[in-house]
């Protein structure tokens, strides 16, 4: 049941958006809401108020809902571009990334936009039927990377350090820090 606070919320934002719903309308604008979080929701408001220029709709707030899903370009920055790399990603870049992998090798340009549409069109069902954002890693065959990507999951919360074990035995409560990880990576490069 949403509460009464996120009904005057959507009342609110969908006067300064131009738009005045009669309480029946309004009453059905927030039971397809129903199932997010009142933070979450009060957020997406939030930022609707900011951004939102005209109506506002169910789908202005879900499209702006922080469930933890990265954006296109950040989504596709973090999918693998051979089969070293260790990734710990979400179902819906997996399936976008599965999409394209294919076309990635002659046309890096095409697999870039064939991605973000098919991405953008997946995080949009998932959140529509409100399903919770699901991270899971893919296993490169670079151990040292493989240890930095999971670490950095662990730290970011994607997975539990539990998880992270099941894949790379060697780490430790005390593996150092990912910073320190990924600095040491990065002076060796350079």
């Not at 809401?33 to 929701?41: D, M, N, Q, R």
């Not at 991405?119 to 990377?145: C, F, Q």
């Amino acid at each position: 049941m949403v509460s009464s606070s996120i009904l005057q919320a959507v009342a609110v934002t969908a006067e300064l958006c131009g738009r005045t719903f009669s309480p029946e309308a309004a009453a059905v604008f927030v039971s397809d809401l129903e199932g997010f979080s009142e933070p979450a929701l009060l957020a997406a408001l939030k930022r609707c108020r900011r951004e939102v220029r005209g109506a506002l709709t169910v789908q202005d707030v879900v499209s702006r809902i922080d469930d933890g899903r990265p954006g296109p370009d950040e989504a596709w920055a973090m999918v693998p571009k051979d089969e070293a790399t260790t990734v710990v990603w979400t179902d819906e870049m997996r399936e976008a990334y599965g999409r394209v992998s294919v076309l990635l090798q002659e046309d890096a340009i095409g697999a870039r936009m064939a991605f973000r549409e098919a991405y953008t069109r997946l995080v949009a069902d998932a959140r529509s039927n409100n399903l919770p954002t699901n991270w899971i890693a893919s296993i490169g065959h670079d151990a040292r990377g493989r240890d930095v990507a999971l670490l950095d999951a662990v730290a970011k919360g994607r997975i539990t350090f539990e998880h992270a074990k099941d894949f790379a035995p060697s780490l430790t409560k005390t593996s150092e820090p990912i910073q320190a990880i990924s600095g040491s990576i990065l002076r060796r490069i350079a």
